[in-house]
């Protein structure tokens, strides 16, 4: 059994940053992989960001590359999401995700979820 918390959400303007956080708690261990999901409002939750459970290889999302950074703290069973020259259409509840087996962008390989942080981009 595995908690998952975020922390970090918010109202930013178009172009600024945020630094979403997420704790684990319980049976965790540096072998989960990880990941970052959305879902905006009226839409399907979607794949961000992973990171495999060392912390090597990590992959994005087309929406978010080059803007998005995904890293974790194993030591302190901690990750977190860097979002810079954040846009509108960023807008919408992001969730944190384990994995025990697979490095995947699909939900259903996720066990583990967060409540979710609302992050919010003004025009």
């Known amino acids: 059994q595995v908690q998952l918390v975020e922390s970090g959400g918010g109202l930013v303007q178009a172009g600024g940053s945020l630094r979403l956080s997420c704790a684990a708690s319980?049976?965790?261990?540096?072998?989960?992989?990880m990941g970052w999901f959305r879902q905006a409002p009226g839409k399907e939750r979607e794949f961000v960001a992973r990171i495999s459970g060392n912390g090597v290889i990590t992959s994005y999302a087309d929406s978010v590359k080059g803007r998005f950074t995904i890293s974790r703290v194993n030591a302190k069973n901690t990750m977190h999401l860097q979002m810079n020259s954040l846009k509108p259409e960023d807008t919408a509840v992001y969730y944190c995700?384990?994995?025990?087996?697979?490095?995947?962008?699909?939900?259903?390989?996720?066990?583990?979820w967060g409540q979710g942080t609302q992050v919010t981009v003004s025009s």
């Open positions: 319980g049976r965790t261990s540096s072998n989960y992989h």
């Open positions: 995700a384990a994995a025990e087996k697979y490095y995947s962008v699909y939900r259903s390989d996720y066990e583990y």
